[in-house]
T-cell receptor, first 114, second 112 residues
Framework: AQSVTQPDIHITVSEGASLELRCNYS??????LFWYVQSPGQGLQLLLK??????LVQGIKGFEAEFKRSQSSFNLRKPSVHWSDAAEYFC????????????FGTGTRLQVFP | DTAVSQTPKYLVTQMGNDKSIKCEQN?????MYWYKQDSKKFLKIMFS???????INETVPNRFSPKSPDKAHLNLHINSLELGDSAVYFC???????????FGQGTRLTVV
């Protein structure tokens, strides 16, 4: 069965530090991959997506992610974190034949210290 | 100019009651969804509608009944509410089955 794993439940970084949030998926074919962010009390906002092509994708708010097929990973990165980036981050997989069903990871909560 | 809007944002009700959550999208999308986020923040799809037709029903109790009067609306009606139904319910929409989903702000349902 398809699944998404976000190994880090909670990450704390200092403002200005670099960030990498891990995401691994289990799926037999190439999936569609997404990162969403959820600020406290808010809905989910799409940060970036990968469907095909260049494996390094750029998103909003200075985020990027790299799809590595050999590692079944789609890690999210940001070179310099801002305090406003504190939120819950979700990786999601859409099945390549039908993205009607997004499978989400359990999320990583990011705390940013000044 | 909200893209996907849900009402109400908060809903507190007693066990056994029947309640509805409304969702509307003004993006012109033809696919709409309901997701449930539990207390551990785990998100799981409940239903998916494409052009008002049910596409996905993820083993949700039949106390939950989605209704799509038109492509821009997908409402969720819940009968005989139980304590375990307490969660945040998110509505979402997408242009087709192969594009990203846009989410609403969520409805926090608390059953007491």
């Amino acid at each position: 069965a398809q699944s998404v794993t976000q190994p880090d439940i909670h990450i704390t970084v200092s403002e200005g530090a670099s960030l990498e949030l891990r995401c691994n998926y289990s799926y037999g074919a190439t999936p569609y991959l997404f990162w969403y962010v959820q600020s406290p009390g808010q809905g989910l906002q799409l940060l970036l997506k990968y469907f095909s092509g260049d494996t390094l994708v750029q998103g909003i708010k200075g985020f990027e992610a790299e799809f590595k097929r050999s590692q079944s990973s789609f890690n999210l990165r940001k070179p310099s974190v801002h305090w406003s980036d504190a939120a819950e981050y979700f990786c999601a997989v859409g099945l390549s034949y039908n993205t009607d069903k997004l499978i989400f990871g359990t999320g990583t909560r990011l705390q940013v210290f000044p | 100019d909200t893209a996907v809007s849900q009402t109400p944002k908060y809903l507190v009700t007693q066990m056994g009651n029947d309640k509805s959550i409304k969702c509307e999208q003004n993006l012109g999308h033809d696919t709409m969804y309901w997701y449930k986020q539990d207390s551990k923040k785990f998100l799981k799809i409940m239903f998916s509608y494409n052009n008002k037709e049910l596409i996905i029903n993820e083993t949700v109790p039949n106390r939950f009944s989605p209704k799509s009067p038109d492509k821009a609306h997908l409402n969720l009606h819940i009968n005989s509410l139980e304590l375990g139904d307490s969660a945040v319910y998110f509505c979402a929409s997408s242009h087709s089955t192969n594009t990203e989903a846009f989410f609403g702000q969520g409805t926090r349902l608390t059953v007491v």
